[in-house]
């Protein structure tokens, strides 16, 4: 298990969509305007969640486990690549953060066994400079098992379950808060297949809509990530297939209900005690607000607007 998906060193195929997931990981994460004196970002989190099994078991609609179910076509012995990623609630003196994790499950080999990889992170704490970053454990785990389903076809099921204890203390109801510090927050999964090639569950081929409409998924919805076919992105959020950034984009803001020109120009329009207030706090937003005031005026002119001629998928 990896502390941080800086530390990671970075797959081919991970590459290509660790844009896309990242903007999902990050979906709704500080919302504007950017301040953690606003009720929103008070109190907040992103789009899904990998909550404790105990505490989703008494809460419903908090579900402690995620599936991801998938066809893919590959000839038996071939190889899936599968890595879980998610946020983890960082508490400090002045509000919330969040760390990346990640975790990758060994190879599964196509016909044959499950395999699992374990999620135990320690809680922890750490200092930085007048700052003090804690952090509750996670357990859990992720497994991936292959069903054949007929001649180069197989069925990938992938499940995440957070098995932390719940609740956390040794009397009495952990609070909600206490909840999401023990959740894996905004999920989602990455598989990659080098000698495969996943099927639409959007949009598949007529003669695989059957097997690809037999596919159950709970809290993931998976996407063709990449036009090679080779990788599928698992994430609570409806995406279309082979989503992409674009590329007039100057980094994350976190809020895909607005658009990036209308929150650029807002962030611009800030007074100076609220610009400070963002950089007091976290630091992601201070990030933000450095992009945006850095922005050349023909850079927020590539803001305005675009169209593109997409080409059908074949």
Known sequence: ??????????????????????????????????????????????IGGVHPEGYGREHAGNRWRM?????????????????????????????????????RVPALILGGGPVRAEIDLPEGQEHEGAVTRRWAALRGHAEVRAEWVR?????????VVNTTPWPPGASGEGTRAEAL?????????????????FVS???????????????????AWPVLAGEDLRTMLSAPIILYDQPKISPESPGDLFDATEIDQLLTLSVLALCDQEQAEIREGDPRAREILDRCTALSQEELMRLHGIMRRTEPTT
Not at 151 to 159: G, I, K, N, S
Not at 183 to 196: I, M, R
């Open 1 to 46: 298990m990896t502390d941080d998906t800086t530390d990671v060193p970075a797959d081919a195929w991970m590459e290509d969509v660790r844009q896309i997931a990242r903007a999902v990981l990050y979906e709704g994460y500080l919302l504007w305007p950017y301040r953690e004196s606003s009720l929103k970002n008070r109190h907040r989190w992103t």
């Open 67 to 103: 599936r991801t179910q998938c066809v893919v076509r590959a000839e038996p012995g071939a190889e899936v690549a599968v890595s879980v990623r998610f946020l983890h609630v960082v508490r400090r003196d002045r509000g919330e953060e969040a760390r990346e994790r990640e975790v």
């Open 151 to 159: 001649p180069e076809l197989f069925r990938v099921t992938a499940d």
């Open 181 to 197: 510090a023990r959740t894996l927050v905004s999920a989602h999964t990455v598989l990659h297949a080098p000698a495969g090639r």
């Open 201 to 219: 569950l959007m949009d598949p081929p007529e003669e695989l809509r059957a097997e690809a409409e037999g596919c159950r998924n709970d809290g």
